[in-house]
């Protein structure tokens, strides 16, 4: 009975109704902080490889030989052997300056401080970035960033 009652509903709709296109997204808040985003930000010093595959390799080497390269491990972990993996959060502005760095895990000794002093000497030798883009029109937008520094005794 429910079924033809349906079927009946279902048959006597006219036939002028149209389906209306979903609502536009809301606009663009200009303070938001992306956690998601359509393109990530990008180091400008990698521009000259055309490929997005070699552009990711190029930034990833250049921050491990940066952060690696100048991390001291804190003589207070180094007596404990405190290892972790300490994380650092930052944000790429819409004009691609790295700012508002927080330590967002810490495994002790000293280790939390070190890494924000690296990621921080990666903001300075990087200079600008390419900000991160959002939205239809690929906007350029705020996004939060974590970088994960790695301490581990040999």
């Known amino acids: 009975m429910l079924t033809k009652l349906f079927c009946c509903a279902f048959l006597m709709a006219p036939a002028h109704d149209t389906i209306l296109p979903p609502?536009?997204?809301?606009?663009?808040?200009?303070?938001?902080?992306?956690?998601?985003?359509?393109?990530?930000?990008?180091?400008?010093?990698?521009?000259?490889?055309?490929?997005?595959?070699?552009?990711?390799?190029?930034?990833?080497?250049?921050?491990?030989?940066?952060?690696?390269?100048?991390?001291?491990?804190?003589?207070?972990?180094?007596?404990?052997?405190?290892?972790?993996?300490?994380v650092i959060s930052f944000a790429v502005t819409e004009t691609g300056v790295l700012e508002d760095f927080k330590i967002v895990r810490d495994p002790g000794a000293g280790t939390g401080e070190e890494a924000l002093r690296v990621v921080k000497l990666l903001a300075e030798e990087t200079g600008p970035w390419h900000p991160g883009t959002a939205g239809p029109d690929r906007k350029p937008v705020r996004v939060q960033y974590n970088m994960p520094v790695k301490f581990k005794l040999r």
């Open 23 to 86: 609502p536009p997204p809301p606009p663009i808040d200009e303070n938001q902080l992306f956690t998601h985003w359509e393109k990530m930000p990008e180091m400008a010093l990698c521009d000259y490889l055309k490929n997005p595959s070699e552009r990711k390799e190029c930034m990833t080497e250049h921050i491990i030989k940066i952060i690696y390269g100048n991390l001291k491990w804190p003589p207070l972990a180094r007596e404990s052997c405190v290892e972790g993996m300490a």
